[in-house]
């Protein structure tokens, strides 16, 4: 190919205005999602000379090569793997804080307090209706707050079902999305704006999917990529053009399950994960307060039937229910609370069966139970709130390694801007150039 | 936070963000921590504090019932004691009246009048062995629903209260007799046999109003009288302990109480010093920071390119 100074400069302005077009764009981008940063690659345009002419120059100016996607994929998958234990961490502690609020702020803690004293009061005068009025209105107000935690907690549980299902239907459009990214990825040609365009487009989706739930990545020679959600050892999510589909199951208890296409998936990071978690623990939590409930029902009751209430009659129960959501106060009056023992006269003075009550309730020890429940929660959340503020270090560290790398430096563009800005106007003065020179020769008389 | 050399404008400008955020978070905490005085805003800040404070509101809330209790065992043996002096000043009367009843010198006549005195006496005794407590119920009839002691057609008192009186518990598992039962002070030994105080004054009136042998009925009185007197003092002193110890358990209460205000504040309260301080510093670096990003912001390099 014959060197020729005007095609050589040509082809240099076409470079600088492909540099100048790239930064434009990077600048234009600097603050999109997941724009990665554009680099141009260019070549010189040369070739050697054939049999016999090796001593022949014969240049021919630059070419672009490709368009570099400064992605780190080590960067990226950090990237992922961090944010989906975040996604987990804090979907899990946003649920406790919830759980928390529904059995701290119910004020079930003091209202059990509030009932024990209120008995241990009646012990100073058995007969006195407005010390037993008291004690039937500590109870009803214990019954209310039980009922109230029950119902906070309840909703807790509801919001995060609720927040789990949405999780199950975003892993399920963006691993369509993934497919469809997939379809076109195999279609584009290599190191082209449209695939570059693609993998961003893909790697924005990964992130995304990462949130919900811990994924892994396997990626082919054109950019298409292989999801398996669940980790390594997990299910097939996405493949080629195919999308497996992700569901959700609810038990009794009002734990979650999930599985793809039928095959049971165990999540350990992301959203979906952290939600998992706290409906375990809520269920758990539940159980707890259910049990304390039905055995102070039933000891206090039993305490109760044993003896004779005001006005001489053998006691009847307090209470009934055997669980937060059931109890409710079956006594209403005063007078009905067995202080006496029985066989005894009406309005005796007698407080022995009151004793027996009093040694059933501190038995069951509600008070002691509760703080030992509020405090499994409250060290649970503890627990997890060091956690999450250790993994959104991690994460927030991982990002901005993986930004500095892939995103726009505004002042490195501006520095490439006035690069390739010079580069222009000196392929320019290589035509004047060019142009003299062939005036100089047809100047030549 | 991290520093990464070399980084881009976005991950700059996220950085700043989130130190700026981190701080400002931060001042707020330590706002709601003194403007509520409450180091703990909620259980999960710090559990084992949390935990401890429950336990201790739970032992405030048992102090306000013993508190009510105290008072109430302290109102009852004060009226037992108010009922024992008026008691003692009746049967200090009574032993004059046997004096006198006793001189030959005086005609039945007399002695009847003196006879009918002892009979007004003797009511008022009886009444006051039937007073009723703070709470209505008989102070000296244990644990009975009704009076202590009830009356026969014929004017013979009768206990039918209950064999003991009730105790009231005074917190840290002590607990003390709220007062005296009837038979407790009223019955006694004189002369080898167990006497009622309400008996003899009976008898005593009886014989004075009857006429006969008035004189020697009251001579005889006399040393009965006499003990019935020592008796219901050294009751009294009995009555005098039990407030004494009811005072030591007030003490113990109060110490135990102003112990539990000092371990709430230490465990639970917000120190006002250092959370100013602290609020301080964390102004201090929040204002710095925002003063360096906005000149690290103005830093571009298109400003100075022309």
Known sequence: MASDLLSIARSGVQAAKIGLDLTAQNIANASSTGYVRRSANFREVAQTGGANRIGDLSLSGVRLDGIVRNADAFRQAEVRRTGSDVARASAEVTALQNIESAIEQSGVFEAIIDFESSLQQLTQDPVDTSLRASVIEKARTMVGTFQIAGQEMDAAGEGMRFLAGDGVTQVNRIAQELARTNTRLARASDASSDQTALLDQRDTLLEQLSTYGNIATTFGTD??????????????????????????????????????????????????????????????????????????VTD?????????????????????????????????????????????????????????????????????????????????????????????????????????????????????????????????????????????????? | MSTIFGTSTAAFYERSLMNLNALRSQAEETQAE??????????????????????????????????????????????????????????????????????????????????????????????????????????????????????????????IGTGQAGTISLGGGQAVSRGLTGPEFLQFQSGGASVDLLTITKTLADALTSGTGGAAAANGALAALGDGLNAITTAQTVVGSRLNWIDLNTDRRT??????????????????????????????VLEASQASFSKLANLSLFSVLR
Do not use: H, W
């Open chain 1, 300 to 445: 206090v009751n039993a305490a109760q039937t044993g003896g004779d209430d005001l006005d001489g009659n053998s006691g009847t129960a307090i209470f009934s229910g055997n669980s937060m959501a059931t109890l409710t106060l079956v006594a209403t009056d005063g007078r009905k609370i067995a202080t006496a023992p029985a066989g005894s006269a009406p309005r005796s003075r007698d407080a022995s069966n009151l004793t027996a009550i009093r040694t059933a309730l501190a038995g069951v020890d509600p008070a002691g139970t509760m703080d030992a429940i509020l405090f499994d929660v409250s060290g649970t959340l503890a627990g997890r709130n060091v956690t999450l503020g250790a993994l959104e270090t991690i994460a927030d560290t991982a990002k901005v390694a993986l930004s500095a790398q892939s995103g726009v430096d505004l002042d490195q563009e501006a520095v490439n801007l006035v690069r390739f800005q010079q580069a222009f106007q000196a392929s320019g003065k290589v035509m004047q150039v060019a142009s003299d020179i062939f005036d100089t020769l047809l100047a030549i008389r």
């Open chain 2, 255 to 284: 110490a135990l109480s102003e112990q539990r205000t000092t371990e709430k504040t230490e465990v639970g309260g917000a120190d006002l010093t250092e959370s100013i301080a602290r609020l301080q510093n964390t102004m201090l």
């Open chain 2, 34 to 159: 003194m403007s509520s005085g409450q180091r703990l805003q909620r259980s999960s800040d710090d559990p084992v504090a949390a935990s401890r404070l429950r336990q201790l509101a739970r032992a405030d809330v048992f102090d306000a019932i013993d508190t009510t209790a105290t008072n109430r065992a302290t109102t009852d043996l004060t009226l037992t004691d108010n009922a024992m002096s008026q008691m003692t000043s009746f049967v200090t009367r009574l032993q004059e009246l046997a004096t006198q009843a006793a001189s030959a010198t005086l005609s039945d006549s007399q002695r009847a009048g003196i006879g009918e005195e002892v009979a007004q006496i003797r009511e008022n005794l009886v009444s006051l062995a039937n007073t009723r407590d703070g709470a209505g119920n008989a102070l000296f009839g244990g644990e009975s629903a009704g009076d202590a002691y009830t009356l026969d057609a014929a004017g013979n008192a009768s206990y």
């Open chain 1, 223 to 296: 950019g298409q990529v292989a999801v398996k959600i669940g980790g390594a050892s997990g299910s097939d999510l996405v493949v080629g053009n195919s999308a497996a589909s992700v569901s959700m199951a609810t038990a009794a208890d009002g734990t979650i399950s999930f599985d793809v296409g039928g095959t049971p998936l165990t999540l350990a990071g992301g959203s979906m994960a952290g939600q998992q978690l706290a409906l375990t623990k809520n269920a758990q939590l539940k159980a707890d307060l259910d049990t304390l409930v039905d055995n102070m």
